[in-house]
């Protein structure tokens, strides 16, 4: 089974996909780890080295992964910001999490110091890709998912899109 959980930065993709996975034979793919590492790739905006743009993921790559695991797992849940419109897989359940802008950027202050020390990269780099990755569609039957309410709240909707057989396993 592969499974898409996807949507903007701090909305809570890691985290459900860490949960997914609690299954035997499982595991995660993080776009996060498919960042190109030529810096020419990443554009500068004001001062900032852009991190939070479409085009600086190795999608080919990711594409690749996604095959290689799904040969050798039962659930493959892959987690990330926009790669749904890069991929060449169509997942049997996709996910886009959502939340309010505030929200979003109170979780990543939270959790990203750099970002809560440099107020003017989430003005300029990662509030504006928020707006880009809740424009995206995803695939065919992708349902959204309010990431507001609480981490168990999120996973119920998950498994009842993952079907009874799953959900009895997880």
Partial sequence: MLVFIWGPTSSGK?????????????????QDDF????????SLI???QNWDAQNVFNY?????????SLEQF???VVEGMCFPAHTIHRP???VKLTAPLATLQKRRFARDSWIAANTGYWAV???????????????PGTVVVDAT???DAVLGHVYRLMGPAMSASV
């Fill in 74 to 76: 039962t659930l493959v």
């Fill in 60 to 68: 080919a790559a990711l594409d690749q992964y996604i095959s290689e």
């Fill in 46 to 48: 004001g001062e900032y």
């Fill in 125 to 139: 780099c990662a509030a504006p890709f928020v707006a880009e990755v809740d424009a995206l569609v995803g695939p």
């Fill in 35 to 42: 960042y190109y590492t030529d810096d020419a790739r990443f």
């Fill in 14 to 30: 890691s985290t459900i996909a860490k949960e997914l996975v609690s299954v035997a034979n499982s595991c995660i793919i993080a």
């Fill in 149 to 151: 309410g609480s981490v």
């Fill in 92 to 94: 049997d359940v996709s």
